[in-house]
T-cell receptor, first 110, second 114 residues
Framework: GDSVTQMEGPVTLSEEAFLTINCTYT??????LFWYVQYPGEGLQLLLK?????DKGSNKGFEATYRKETTSFHLEKGSVQVSDSAVYFC?????????FGQGTTLQVKP | NAGVTQTPKFQVLKTGQSMTLQCAQD?????MYWYRQDPGMGLRLIYY???????DKGEVPNGYNVSRLNKREFSLRLESAAPSQTSVYFC?????????????FGDGTRLSIL
């Protein structure tokens, strides 16, 4: 069945470092792709999305490009801040449903 | 700016007890969802309601029932709670039942079953 695979965490970075969190998805159909962020004690918030191949989603300095040829949707940020510490989830759609990766914890140290 | 509201936020139950988790959204969304979140497993879909008047099973429906009470409200019921149902439960909604629609999440209900 459909699935999403994320790199395992935790990912620990120093402030202002470059961030990449890898995400790959199964290629059946024409899914939309999403990144969600979860801060401690809260629900998930949409970070960005892309709905077709070669689309780039961006928000708050984060970017991800829908790569159909490699079935990937890697999350990047050029300079992380302590406030970016959270759990990040990659997801693909299946009609109206979402299928989530297992989540990647990011810790940013001052 | 309430969005998706879940009640209660925390609950402790004994094995065999029943309870209902409540969810309401004020965004006039058509579709609603219930997920559970367990460590290292992401979110797994329990049940969903693509539109008012319909409900369908998701990935892990066993031990749960749902009711789409009206367009705003979607409740999740545990008839006889088991320790394996200890989890964080999230309700979500989306404007339409389409693959490009983002989902909006509540803050979760943390449920412990002893």
């Amino acid at each position: 069945g459909d699935s999403v695979t994320q790199m395992e965490g935790p990912v620990t970075l120093s402030e202002e470092a470059f961030l990449t969190i890898n995400c790959t998805y199964t290629a059946t159909g024409y899914p939309s792709l999403f990144w969600y962020v979860q801060y401690p004690g809260e629900g998930l918030q949409l970070l960005l999305k892309a709905t077709k191949a070669d689309d780039k989603g961006s928000n708050k300095g984060f970017e991800a490009t829908y790569r159909k040829e490699t079935t990937s949707f890697h999350l990047e940020k050029g300079s992380v801040q302590v406030s970016d510490s959270a759990v990040y989830f990659c997801a693909r759609s299946n009609t109206g449903k979402l299928i989530f990766g297992q989540g990647t914890t990011l810790q940013v140290k001052p | 700016n309430a969005g998706v509201t879940q009640t209660p936020k925390f609950q402790v139950l004994k094995t065999g007890q029943s309870m209902t988790l409540q969810c309401a959204q004020d965004m006039n969304h058509n579709s609603m969802y219930w997920y559970r979140q367990d460590p290292g497993m992401g979110l797994r879909l329990i049940y969903y309601s693509a539109s008012e008047g319909t409900t369908d099973k998701g990935e892990v429906p066993n031990g749960y029932n749902v009711s789409r009470l009206n367009k705003r409200e979607f409740s999740l019921r545990l008839e006889s709670a088991a320790p394996s149902q200890t989890s964080v439960y999230f309700c979500a909604s989306s404007e339409r039942w389409l693959s490009n629609q983002p989902q909006h999440f509540g803050d979760g209900t943390r449920l412990s079953i002893l």
